[in-house]
């Protein structure tokens, strides 16, 4: 058995699907109309998908002012400089700063334009 998608309730998945797949690199895979919109967005590898709809019955989480720690999407990359500047200039905002572990591993907490908080992470040792 292996993980297949980590699902999250947003308010407007379309615009989160296209942002996430115009900055972040992914590229959906599955759309469903109104009024869920669920959608399922296929990482770079595509072993891991996120899955994103909007649930009317239920609240949308308060992901901008959830501790980044409680929920985050960690996406791997070699020039955190670079990144973070990129997704700065897309609507992307910095959480935290730059933190290196005692491993060596680089990361860089940010937060979309939603306020879903994404952690850069350029990994001293490949993690898997």
């Known amino acids: 058995m292996r993980i297949e998608h980590v699902a999250f309730n947003v308010k407007d998945p379309v615009a989160v699907a296209a942002w996430y797949t115009e900055h972040l690199g992914m590229r959906i895979v599955r759309q469903a109309g109104p009024p869920v ?31 980044p720690l409680l929920f985050h999407i960690a996406f791997e990359c070699d020039d955190l400089d670079a990144e973070r500047d990129r997704l700065l200039a897309a609507g992307a905002t910095v959480q935290a700063p730059l933190l290196t572990t005692p491993d060596g591993d680089q990361l860089l907490m940010m937060r979309d334009p939603w306020g879903l908080a994404i952690q850069l992470a350029k990994r001293a040792k490949p993690m898997v």
Do not use: R
């Open 37 to 67: 919109y669920t959608t399922f967005l296929a990482a770079e590898t595509d072993h891991v998908l996120l899955e994103i709809y909007h649930n009317p019955p239920d609240a949308v989480p308060d992901y901008a002012n959830m501790d």
